[in-house]
Nanobody, 122 residues
Framework: VQLQASGGGLVQTGGSLRLSCAAG???????MGWFRQAPGKEREFVAT????????YYAESVKGRFTISRDRAKNTLYLQMNNLEPEDTAVYLC?????????????????WGQGTQVTVSS
């Protein structure tokens, strides 16, 4: 199932963005996650949500600023990003886990979207 991420853009420090990921019907029983990758850096875990939205988990660097959510009826994953910092600049990718519960481990994810660019200016 193709994952389509959207909603990226250019914002100033302190600004907000909301990312969306069209996940497809077959993702409804899987945990989903957001990762990010900056140029020259490894892919980094951002947030994950369980299959029914009942459990979420965040990287320490985004905790309190980002919120992951999903609408299973719309097969859509979201990432609300507030108080953005230049260090948040990266390509953000959504992914579908092979499991029902979320994880920060890249190899737990079996399908990836193409990514959406987020750039935060200082």
């Amino acid at each position: 199932v193709q994952l389509q991420a959207s909603g990226g853009g250019l914002v100033q420090t302190g600004g907000s963005l909301r990312l969306s990921c069209a996940a497809g019907r077959t993702s409804s029983n899987n945990a989903m996650g957001w990762f990010r990758q900056a140029p020259g850096k490894e892919r980094e875990f951002v947030a994950t949500i369980s299959w029914n939205g009942g459990a979420t988990y965040y990287a320490e660097s985004v905790k309190g600023r980002f919120t992951i959510s999903r609408d299973r009826a719309k097969n859509t994953l979201y990432l609300q990003m507030n108080n953005l910092e230049p260090e948040d600049t990266a390509v953000y990718l959504c992914a579908r886990s092979r499991y029902a519960t979320g994880s920060s481990q890249v190899d737990h994810y079996i399908a990836w979207g193409q990514g959406t660019q987020v750039t935060v200016s200082s």
